[in-house]
């Protein structure tokens, strides 16, 4: 009978391969929202975990987060290098990481901080050693498989955020002592340095107690002591509370009594979700009416073949086909366009999310997998090979209401 | 044991009689015509042999069992087994080339796939060269020489025929006839064909007359 559903879908060509075209399309949206909305969810939790908060530069808050913790937007602004003093004194603060960040190697930020953001991150080096003298670099998993680059290799930072290497700076270049295992997290795609190293790149003397975390950000000017030379600065710092009291008292009282903004990485990737979130159900329910459409397609194409077919439907019962397998042939059509649908949309699902990633940098960035699956995948599969089953039934059940001698005593 | 038992076979349609008190038997690869004209009830016997309808008295014995007294799985069952029909529309399964219908005839009937006797049907009905053609590029003659290799490739104990030679001319209803008789004696087939087609008398002697009710 599976050869016979075969022999009927090539009969008609080509309708079936614009039912399965229009399932397929269906199938491929809803697989790109999935791994989209997942893998995005699952990284921006995982880049986050260990950071209650983010302190910074006023400005836009998930600014501050996506800069700071996400590493996907430019930093709101440099703050001064006493800001870390005080939260380290804080007693509700348990660990007070600084940020320098401003320079890029191939287009991999160079991140100035310290070896706790490794930690942080559950990251462990898979070869050489964590940064400490001036001028040394780990390279994250990604930045090491991309650039090529091994132990011992030097390469010179550039200006900004882009890769541009009019801005490199030459006269400074990193030395790569260490190179991190893949952590699934941002840390692959960075290189981190110590902060001394950020300021040293761009002239500026290390602070006498903070050489270790001081920096400043390309980004925005220096700012300059009496006598003109520029002042430390620092980017952001990633901190997490020592107790329950800390995240009731500390952000308010960073954003009401001081110069700085703080900003809760849980609270703004929330709010980024439900943004994106709202966008994801409208595409989402888009994408589902596409694939009722394309049922309801399958619907009326076997409806008009059941009803062109019911001489051969009486000859087949005739020559000694049962009803049951009569009715199969035409599930087993509806069946086999939806199953090529589903496999076809899978594929293209998978095949726009690699493009994408190739195609956007910010999606490479937030780590986009194109080739997992998720399981939800699976539930996709079911839903639209149901949805060809039952857009089968009818059509199909055609078969008990015909009168074979009638039918077959009519010309064909 | 006759192959075909009809006894007192009667059947109505709304409120006209169609068949009454109709019976005749027929041994194993015996031959029959079924002669009336339009109207006389030929192709609602023909279904009520093959055990489309039921008759509302008498009864149909195939191979001894009686169509009638079968729930219709049985039925279709005894059917499969026993009978192959030519249908007057000369009907074929369009989506599959001849060999294509062959093969589903055959797998149908429960035999097995006998690629050997369907080349040697082809060729006996000069459809050799047509085995995989598809069914629209068929003639008017080749398509009613396909639908009775069609009829044939399960090997049925009992071949129906309806009008086979119904749109013919004089020589090709001839050359079918003898095609019927020559394939049905080298299987032992029983033939029974209804038609309105007089030449046919030239060859098979049985013939059951029907006349309108």
Known sequence: MLSLALAYLRERGLVTILNILLLALAVAMLIVLLLFSSQAADRFARDSQGIDLVVGAKGSPLQLILSSVYHVDTATGNIPLQSLDLLRKDPGVARAIPLALGDNFRGFRIVGTNPAFVAVHGAKLAEGRMFAAPAEAVLGADVARQTGAGLGQRFAGSHGLADDESQAHA??????????????????????????????????????????????????????????????????????????????????????????????????????????????????????????IGGLSIFVVLLSAARAREGDMALLQVMGATRAQVMGVVLLEGLLVAAAGALAGLAIGHLLIALARASFPTLAAIGLQPWVLHPGEAAILAAVLAIGVLAALIPAARVFNTDLARTLSRGS | MQLLDL????????????????????????????????????????????????????????????????????????????????????????????????????????KPRDGAEI??????????????????????????????????????????????????????????????????????????????????????????????C
Not at chain 2, 18 to 31: A, C, E, K, V, Y
């Open chain 2, 7 to 110: 006894q007192h076979v009667s059947f109505r349609q709304g409120q006209s009689d169609i068949l009454q008190n109709l019976s005749f038997q027929m041994p194993r690869g015996g031959h029959r015509l079924l002669l009336g004209p339009s109207g006389s009830g030929k192709t609602t016997l023909i279904n009520l042999i093959a055990g489309l309808y039921t008759p509302d008295s008498g009864s149909i014995r195939i191979a001894g069992t009686d169509m009638a007294s079968l729930p219709r799985p049985a039925r279709d069952a005894l059917r499969r087994r026993h009978i192959g029909i030519i249908f007057q529309t000369l009907r074929l399964v369009s989506a599959l080339s001849l060999r294509g219908n062959l093969q589903l005839a055959q797998r149908l009937a429960g």
């Open chain 1, 171 to 292: 006269a400074t270049p990193f030395t790569v002592v260490g190179i991190l295992a893949p952590t699934g997290t941002v840390t692959d795609r960075l290189i981190l340095t110590s902060v001394a190293s950020v300021w040293a790149v761009h002239g500026i003397a290390p602070h006498p107690d903070e050489a270790e975390h001081a920096g400043h950000s390309h980004e925005q000017s220096a700012v300059l002591d009496p006598r003109g030379s520029p002042q430390p600065e620092i980017t952001a710092i990633l901190v997490t509370y020592r107790n329950a009291m800390a995240a009731i008292r500390l952000p308010a009282a960073i954003n009401r009594e001081t110069a700085l903004q703080a900003a809760s990485p849980a609270i703004e990737t929330a709010r980024l979700l439900g943004l994106f979130g709202a966008a994801l159900d409208g595409a989402r329910l888009f994408a589902w009416m596409l694939a009722a």
């Open chain 2, 119 to 212: 080349d040697r049907l082809l060729a006996a009905l000069g459809l050799r060269h047509r085995a995989d053609a598809a069914l629209r590029q068929l003639s008017q003659g080749e398509a009613q020489r396909a639908a009775i290799a069609r009829a044939l490739a399960a090997r049925p104990d009992l071949l129906l025929a309806d009008e086979p030679t119904s749109a013919l001319d004089d020589a090709n209803a001839d050359r079918v006839a003898k095609l019927l008789l020559e394939t049905a004696a080298a299987t032992g087939t029983t033939l029974l064909i209804a038609t309105h087609d007089a030449r046919l008398k030239a060859h098979i002697a049985d013939v059951t007359e029907l006349a309108p």
